[in-house]
């Protein structure tokens, strides 16, 4: 199975924000057509959060119609498409407009909370929902982690994925930590090393390509399709953004081998060429 992973995509992102040198919208068209160029074919990609800027109701409709023009559909042959909601988004607006085909929430869910899990080519999907409303920050509270338990009990002994948007990491990047998963880190971190069979934790809201590891699994940040925090490890340094070629993550899994985590540049230079 190979999984994409594209996050932060950043949908109505004022252009006069970054200089008029970012163009959210085309970035991701551009990102889809990789994933659509993709060989062999992504049979899942992910979008862990941020989708929009402002969580305007306009801004996931670009997005849905780029995902529909840009990828076949699932049903022909298409990538299953799911994601999770980010803390510039408004969940209960997005999953109004990306739906069922795009944004599915488990029929179990807390209350109020876009959470899924989905069984697809023989690997458990598990989406967190990380936002607390009108905060940078992210939290898994107790029955969010209650229904993780729970989900994670029914997929005993089976591979599971689980992605969210806040990294359940600390990075060294001062500021963006502290906008980081503030709450749950260590009660998720149980949950994994209890299950022991959970592949991969994937996550965005760095901007950053970034690997870690949370009870016993690999965690692996993607970068933003849009643009990308410095890397900046000084005590209390200040953010900054750096416009660095645009990657997604690529994920390989088979039962037999595992996971194995690659980063795929959206646009790249001439080649490949043949090794002699």
Not at 31 to 44: E, G, I, S
Not at 107 to 127: E, K, R, T
């Amino acid at each position: 199975m190979l999984i994409a992973h594209i996050t932060d995509p950043h949908i109505g992102l004022d252009p006069q924000a970054l200089d008029g040198r970012v163009q959210p919208a085309d970035a991701l068209r551009a990102a889809l057509a990789h994933v659509r160029a993709l060989q062999p074919a992504p049979d899942v990609l992910l979008l862990s959060g941020d989708l929009a800027d402002a969580g305007r109701e306009q801004d996931y409709a670009v997005l849905r119609d780029l995902l529909d023009t840009a990828l076949p559909a699932a049903t022909a042959g298409g990538p299953r498409v799911l994601a999770v909601p980010g803390n510039h988004d408004r969940p209960h607006t997005a999953r109004h407009v990306l739906g069922d085909a795009h944004m599915p929430v488990a029929a179990d869910a807390p209350d109020g909370l876009h959470c899924l899990h989905v069984m697809h080519g023989g690997l458990h999907f598990i989406g967190l929902d990380t936002v607390l409303p009108g905060q940078p920050h992210g939290a898994l509270g107790q029955a969010q982690l209650d229904w993780l338990a729970r989900t994670l009990a029914r997929c005993a002994g089976q591979p599971v994925l689980i992605f969210m948007h806040h990294p359940p990491l600390l990075t060294g990047i001062d500021t963006m930590d502290a906008y980081g998963l503030l709450q749950g880190r260590a009660e998720l971190a149980e949950r994994v090393a209890a299950h022991g069979n959970v592949q991969l934790i994937a996550a965005g809201h760095m901007h950053r390509p970034i690997l870690g590891a949370l009870g016993g699994a690999p965690v692996v940040v993607a970068p933003s399709t849009s643009h990308q925090i410095e890397l900046d490890l000084r005590p209390g340094a200040p953010l900054a953004v750096r416009l660095e070629p645009p990657m997604i993550g690529l994920y390989r899994w088979t039962a037999q081998d595992g996971m194995t985590c690659h980063f795929s540049h959206v646009r790249t230079f001439e080649g490949p060429f043949p090794i002699y």
